[in-house]
């Protein structure tokens, strides 16, 4: 039996995922993630059947919303002490909007069987990932980018997504894309 990885995302338009590529600070040890793959994760999901793929895709196909506007701003870390692993940016903080989309696609995953991850939700963009960094060089880069206002977006539409990992990177896959109400896709 094949089982898919897929996340349920929101990604930003090309004009966001550029200014988040010029942030690259390029030091030793930092994986800047690569502007196709820049999304805010809604849902992740995996070891999935394709008989539930199916149902997932019906259920979030019925979730409704309109659109609204996200802030792009603030570099953070997982963890936010210790030794860096993820360098993300925020999209403000208590977003209405975005927490009850979030809420939604969640419903709908649980409605098939999927299991939501319990951890409080922090949404945010990966930037990168980091291993064996010298912490110098990125503190400065942190300490200069905490309240880095990147922009903000329409938030016209999400996405389901297959994700493949591979030796070069994660491939991921559009399967799905659900427009908002009043969106344009």
């Known amino acids: 039996m094949k089982l898919s990885r897929l996340f349920v995302s929101i990604d930003p338009p090309k004009s966001v995922r550029q200014t988040l590529v ?42 409704e919303f309109r659109a609204f506007f996200l802030p792009v701003e603030g570099v953070g870390t997982f963890p936010p002490k210790g030794i860096v692993k993820i360098i993300w940016i925020g999209v403000g903080r208590g977003h209405p909007h975005l927490f009850q989309l979030h809420k939604r696609v969640q419903e709908a995953a649980l409605a098939v069987g999927l299991f939501a991850d319990l951890r409080p939700w922090h949404p945010h963009i990966t930037l990168a990932r980091c291993r064996a960094v010298a912490g110098g060089e990125l503190r400065k880069f942190l300490k200069s980018n905490v309240d880095l206002d990147a922009g903000m977006f329409r938030v016209e539409a999400f996405h389901l997504y297959c994700s493949e990992l591979t030796p070069a990177g994660p491939i991921h896959t559009c399967q799905l894309s659900i427009p908002s109400r009043d969106g344009k896709l």
């Open 22 to 63: 010029d942030l690259n600070p390029q030091i030793k040890g930092v994986r800047w993630t690569a502007a196709d793959q820049f999304h805010l994760t809604l849902g992740f999901f995996p070891d999935v059947t394709e008989e539930t793929e199916l149902l997932f895709r019906e259920k979030l196909n019925a979730v």
